[in-house]
Each structure stands twice: as C-alpha cells, then as structure tokens.
C-alpha cells in the first residue's frame, strides 16, 4: 500500500485518525495525493469520504496522525491561507444566489485583492473552460442556470485562484446521468491540463474508473485498498470487489 | 359633529400628536434594530447565548404592556413620565422579533452556501458581511416590520405615562365618554400601522428574492 516516494506530496495523511463525537470516522489512514494526479476517495456513505477531504482544508482536524498539505501539518497552516490554496467543489454546489456568475467565479481572487482588470481577465479565461461563455453567463444569476451549468460554475470558483489542490466532494453527484457523464469527461480533460492534485470523493465506482490515476478505497474508516485502476479491478479484496460493478449475464 | 369635521377642526392637534406617535414608534424601533441585529448575530456564533437571551426577550414580550410602562416609572435614569420612559418600554418590546428573525434569518441560509464560504477561505467578518447578512436581510426587515406594527399599538398606551401620541386621543375620549375622540385617535394609529405594515412589507420581498430559489 506505499506509493511512489516522491519528495513531498501535495496531500499526504500520515496515520490519520478522526474522532466526531463518539464515532470513529477516519481509524489510522495513511495515503498520499501527488501534483498531476487524481486520487478517487472511494467507498459507501459513511465511510468517512467527506471528512477526509474536510480534514485537507482544515474544516476538520485530526484527532491523532498529522494532515501533511505541501509537507506542513494543517494544524500549522493559517486555515484561511491554507483554504485559498484549495479549491473545494461539493455536491450541493453551495453558489452565492445574489451574486452573479462573474462574481461568484471571481470570489476566491477578489479576496486575495486582485486588481479589477486582471480579475475581469481570469474570470472570463475561467467560464470559457468550463463551457459557459462569458459574454453570455457573466451577468446571470446562478437560479437562471441549470443544475449542469451550475455546477461548472461551481468548478470554475474552486479554480478562480490557480490553487495547486483541488477538492471535489462527489460534485457531480445530484446531476442527471447525461449531464453527469458529460462533466466527467471535460473534468477529466481539466484535471490532466491543469496539474493539480485533485482529491474526488465519490460512492459510483465508474465515476472512479473515469477520473482516477489512482484510487483509495475507504471502508469504516480505513484505507483496504490503494492503487490504479486497473489494479483495483482485478482486486480480489472483499471489500473492493463488493465495489465492482456487476458483470453483465 | 361627524368624526370626520372633528378630525378636520382639531388637524393641527391630529398632526402633532401623529408627529409624536411617529417618534416614539421610530426611536424605539431604532434603538430595537441597533440592539436587537448584533444580538441576533451573536446567537449565530455563541450557541450558548442562544437561550438565555431568546427567553429574556420573550418574557419581556408577556409582560402587559401597562405594567411594564409603570414599573419602569421609578427606575432612575431611564424611568418617569414622558416619552423617554415609553421608548425604552417599547424598544424592549421590539427586540423579540428582530433578534429573532436576525437569528433565524441567518441560520435559515443553506448551509451549503456557508460551507463553500467557509471553504474558499472567507474569514468570519466576510462570510458575514458578503454573504449572511445580505441573504438574511428580507427575514431581519419582516422582524423590524412585525416590531414596527406592533410598536405602533402599543405605543397608544404610553399615553398614559405622559409620553403623548395618539393614545392621548384615546384616553381622553374614555374618560369622557366620546366615542368620536378615541376613534380620532384610533383611526391614525390604525392607518399608521397599515402604511408601515405595507411599505416594510415591500422592502422585505425586495431583500427576500434570494430565498426563493
């Protein structure tokens, strides 16, 4: 279950443990997430997915093991400097609704004080990759959009910055099965020009498939399974292949 | 005499009286927003506070207003009789309904759009000002409408602690016996607190569009 060893991972759980109340959520999770790569967190509801992505932007904490982001334990970092290096894209999309498209995209460089025209620049390069053009969406607010389109704003929010990590907690998760599909296919294009780290939380094992270089499958709160796709595949683990899909008769 | 030619003959005394129910509503529900909004943001952050002080303005709503306007008569500073006395009655009146509507305006957002604030890295002070705060705000006016149109009533009452307003009217038509002065009083109170009913009501669907996604 070690991984390549290369210097300092962008995200790295160094024996991980979460404790909420009086849950077990995360039990000595190790894993790492390197720059240019896709790690799917995988596993059924409860399995502690959501939280260990919590724990990267340091909304949560570890109750014991370190959370390493660039090499520093989260504990370490500035939580506010630390979340404007992370990109976080969720489920429930979670836009401003009295904002415009423009101002929610352009949320995260404003408050890094980016000055106007640069800011103007960024969010129209950002809406044209996620496949809403400026001179149309800008001005709209997020209701008069589609769920689809909402959620590619959504995307486009968490890259506003250039943060070199990106969080993505099952994002496509309440979308309709084409649009979903859809979304996958141009997230996966962006995640291999962008080269970032990007942690993708998800319960639908071909979404796995899809988006992954590598998956970390979680079981009450344990790591049972760490590697490629292809090896996840041919995995015999009960757990991994409970998470197979089923082979056509 | 018709109401109506006494409203006409006594218009300057209408007015005044008008004039002085206006300040006694206005400053009360002024003091009430300047107390009352922090408040209620405050409860957002300090869940212990919450009961505490949800039930202290609640049961300062269930004391009679009359009660209240004559406990505080001897109180040093800010009780005897006047109109001074009658403000801070009925800004202690108007707290419940803007403290709690500040309180529930804000928790009312969906948490979803808090959390991505969170996570984008907006400190306390900006999630509160760029985004709680501006999607609470139909649900804070319908708290300062509610305080107003309740105000309005109530400030009838203060009359009888010498703070004047349209109560005045009222008193007097009692004691005399004449239905035609109470209701010179009643009936501006009545169209007062239907015009700030409506016009408040107004600005609360304004700032409540957000909420109707």
Known sequence: ?249 | MSLLDYLIANRADVLARTVEHLFLVGSSVGIAIFIGIPTGILLTRRAALRKPIIGFVNVIQTIPSLALFGFLIPVPLIGGIGARTAIVALSAYALLPIVRNTYEGIRGIDPAVRESGVAMGMTDAQLLREVEFPLALGVIVGGVRLATVIGIGIATIAAAIGAGGLGVFIFQGISMVNNQVILAGAIPAALLALAADAGLGLLERRYSRWRRA
Request: glycine share 8%.
């Open chain 1, 1 to 249: 279950m070690t991984t390549d060893a290369s210097p300092t991972a962008a995200v790295e759980f160094d024996d991980v443990s979460l404790r909420l109340g009086c849950v077990d959520v995360l039990r000595r999770v190790p894993f790492r997430a390197a720059s240019g790569e896709t790690t799917v967190i995988l596993g059924r509801s409860g399995a502690g997915k959501s939280s260990a992505l919590r724990l990267v932007n340091r909304i949560l904490e570890p109750t014991s093991g370190a959370v390493l982001v660039d090499g520093r334990p989260t504990t370490e970092w500035d939580p506010i400097a630390l979340r404007r290096h992370t990109g976080y894209v969720i489920q429930r999309i979670g836009l401003f609704p009295h904002r415009t498209v423009a101002a929610n995209v352009a949320l995260v460089p404003r408050l890094l004080g980016w000055e106007r025209e640069r800011l103007e620049r960024r969010t129209a390069e950002l809406l044209e990759l996620v496949g809403l053009p400026a001179a149309e969406y800008a001005g709209r607010y997020p209701t008069e959009l589609s769920g689809g389109q909402q959620q590619r704003v959504g995307v486009a929010r968490a890259l506003a910055a250039d943060p070199p990590i990106l969080l993505a907690d099952e994002p496509f998760g309440a979308l309709d099965p084409v649009t979903r599909r859809e979304l996958q296919v141009e997230f996966r294009r962006l995640a291999t020009q962008l080269g970032k780290a990007v942690l993708f939380v998800t319960h639908d094992v071909r979404e796995a498939h899809r988006l992954g270089d590598r998956i970390v499958l979680l079981a009450e709160g344990r790591v049972v399974f760490a590697g490629s796709p292809a090896e996840f595949g041919e995995s015999r683990i009960p757990a991994a292949v409970a998470f197979q899909p089923e082979d056509e008769a």
